[in-house]
């Protein structure tokens, strides 16, 4: 009878830390005139470890040619270089670019970040950026949460 008690224990405490140390993930989604826009936030509790965007441009519906979103997006991939904890590609097809962005909050160099335009912090970086903050913030910005 102990031994099933102590399983029984064992198995509750187990499933308990594995609930409270697991990432879970919301998304959300904007489109806009020749642009969709999907952001992913990875979090634990109330805290952001990880933040992926994925904007997909088509050239056409902004009125634009291959190489003048070539330029454009030149200029803003520029200030995502050298800063630690992003990650940044693009990709350009014969009708649209697929820039991708991903932001380690764990390894995020948080002074270079501030100073960036297309990157957002929302709460004080040293208690950890909050899932719900940024939830209200990018819902304020048009953004729609898709159900997972």
Not at 65 to 92: M, P
Not at 130 to 147: F, N
């Amino acid at each position: 009878m102990k031994k099933a008690y102590m399983f029984f224990v064992f198995a509750i405490l187990t499933a308990v830390m594995t609930a409270c140390g697991s990432e879970e993930t919301r998304t959300f989604e904007m489109e806009e005139t020749g642009t969709k826009s999907t952001i992913t936030y990875t979090y634990s509790g109330d805290e952001v470890s990880k933040q992926t965007a994925e904007n997909i441009v088509n050239y056409e519906e902004l009125g634009i040619e291959k190489a003048d979103a070539e330029e454009i997006i030149k200029t803003v991939a520029e200030q995502y270089k050298d800063i630690d904890g992003v990650e940044y590609s693009v990709e350009y097809g014969d009708e649209e670019a697929v820039e991708n962005i991903e932001i380690n909050y764990e390894e995020l160099d948080y002074e270079k970040a501030q100073k960036t335009d297309g990157i957002m912090l929302q709460g004080d970086p040293e208690k950890g950026i909050s899932m719900e903050k940024s939830a209200e913030m990018i819902e304020e910005q048009g953004y729609t949460e898709v159900e997972e």
